[in-house]
């Protein structure tokens, strides 16, 4: 038997999943959780408006020719805007990967494994019931040491 094999590793831990949490249970506790819960929907809002920007730019740049910055590229316009538009089309397609990664963490129904992944915390968040499950990842937090903010 090596690291490969398929062998029983028992049932699975149900206590962790979401449909055992009684969300009833959680309050927000601290002033700083409202705003939080704000930035979060702030900021989701700014990602999208990001990616539309993006996609507004590569159309821009691959259907009419236009450059609308004001610092000129330092390579010929006919390079530049298949160097800008790829970047943007490799952006979108990292987000879509992103996106199908955090769905499948959340499908799971595990807690932890949505708090170990940043997307998941941000959809479980915006899912209905999504500010009391954001409780419960404000729960989660408070027990952090301030090093593991900054360590990866």
């Given at each position: ?9 028992g049932p699975p831990e149900e206590v962790q999943t979401w449909k ?126 301030g090093a593991d903010y900054v360590a990866p």
């Open positions: 038997m090596g690291c490969g094999s398929h062998r029983e590793k055992f949490l009684n969300l009833s249970d959680f309050k927000a506790t601290s002033g700083w959780t409202i705003p939080a819960y704000i930035w979060l929907w702030f900021m989701a809002f700014v990602a999208v408006a990001v990616y539309a920007v993006d996609t507004f730019t590569a159309v821009n740049l691959l259907a009419f020719d236009k450059w609308n910055g004001q610092v000129k590229p330092v390579l010929p316009f006919q390079y530049s805007k298949w160097i800008f538009a790829v970047c943007i089309l490799l952006s979108w397609l990292l987000c879509f990967y992103e996106t199908f990664r955090a769905v499948r963490v959340i499908r799971r129904g595990g807690v932890a494994q949505s708090y170990m992944y940043p997307l998941a915390v941000t959809l479980q968040s915006m899912r209905p019931q999504g500010w009391k499950r954001f409780l419960v990842f404000t729960e989660l937090t408070k027990s952090k040491k």
